[in-house]
C-alpha cells in the first residue's frame, strides 16, 4: 500500500522533554524504529508537526537584538522542515540501508481571505504560566490561548487548498523513494490570481488536514495518523471517557472534538476516507505497524448505507 504517515508533534519533543539536539535525535530514533517495519511493507510518505520547534526559532527571532523585526512564520516553517526532515531521513537511512530517501521542502496552497487570519487557533510553542503569556502577549503582541493547564501561543490556521510540490512527490515516489514532505503543515503560500507568483504568509498551517489532503493528491491507499493516545477516546478525560475503536467519518464528526487537539485529526482521516474511499487510522507511534494491520488504534471506513 501507499501510505501517509502523520507524525505528531510529540514524536519528536513530548510535552515535557527540554528542546535540546540530543533529545529530539533520542526521539526521532524512536520514531524510525516503529516506522521501520511498514517502509520493508509498503511505500510510505511521512509528514511531521513542528509545533514545538518553530516555537522555539519564534521565541529566538524575537529576542534576537540584530533584527530589525522577528522572521515571519512561514520562514520558520521553512527551517523546521529542514531540520526534522533531515534528523528523520538520517535515520531512516541507517535504519533502510539501500533506500532511496528523500525530504523535500513543501509548500502548502492558502486562501488569503480564508477566516482563519482573523481567528488564530493553532497552538505553536512551549507552555507558559499565566503571568509569564500575560507579560509574552503584552510586550511581543502575541496572541496566547488555554492549552491544558498551561497557555501557549496561538497563530493563524488556514484550510490547505493544495500542494504546490504533488507532480515532483509523484516523480519521486514512482522512482521508489521514501519521501518526507509538508511539515509542519507545510509553507503556507497564497497565489497571485493573474500570474500565479507565491507569497508566503504569517500562519501555521494544520498538519493533519495537509497529510489528508497529500493523500488524497497522491492517491494514497492509507492515512496513518501517529500521537500520543492508543485510540480515539469519546469524552477523553472524563469519568466517561471510552476507545472508539471502529468508526465512520459521520461517527467522528458527530463526537464533538475539541478542535484544539483530537479535532482536527478526527476532520483529516474524515475527510480522506470520504473523499477516496480508502482507510484511515489514529493510534499511538510505538503500534504504526500494528495499527496498519488492524490490531490497535481507532480504524477509520467508508460510512454504510445506514450508518
Partial sequence: MRI????????????????????QQENVDRVVTALAALAHDHELVITHGNGPQIGLLAMESAADPTLTVPYPLDMLGA????????????????????????????HTLVRADDPAFERPTKFVGQVYGQDVAKALARHRGWRMGL??????????????????ETETLHELLNGGTLVICAGGGGIPVTADRDSGALTGVEAVV?????AALLAEELKADFL????????????Y?????????DATPA??????????????????????????GGLAAIGALDAAYEIVHARSGTLVRPDLDGE
Avoid at 492549552?147 to 504546490?164: A, L, T, Y
Avoid at 494544520?206 to 495537509?210: A, S
Wanted: proline share 8%; aromatic share 4%.
Fill in 4 to 23: 501517509v504517515v502523520a507524525l505528531g508533534g510529540n514524536a519528536l519533543l513530548r510535552r515535557d522533554d527540554r528542546p535540546d539536539a540530543v533529545v
Fill in 79 to 106: 527551517e523546521t522542515q529542514g531540520m526534522i526532515g533531515a534528523l528523520l531521513a538520517r535515520a531512516l537511512h541507517n535504519a533502510l540501508p539501500g533506500r532511496r530517501i528523500a525530504t523535500l521542502v513543501t
Fill in 147 to 164: 492549552d491544558g493547564k498551561g497557555w501557549r501561543r496561538v497563530v493563524p490556521s488556514p484550510f490547505p487548498q493544495g500542494i504546490i
Fill in 206 to 210: 494544520d498538519k493533519d488536514l495537509t
Fill in 224 to 235: 496513518l495518523i501517529l500521537t500520543d493516545v492508543p485510540c480515539v477516546y469519546e469524552g
Fill in 237 to 245: 478525560g472524563s469519568p466517561d471517557q471510552h476507545p472508539v475503536l
Fill in 251 to 276: 461517527r467522528l464528526r458527530g463526537a464533538g472534538f475539541p478542535e484544539g487537539s483530537m479535532g482536527p485529526k478526527a476532520e483529516a482521516v474524515a475527510r480522506f476516507v470520504e473523499r477516496t
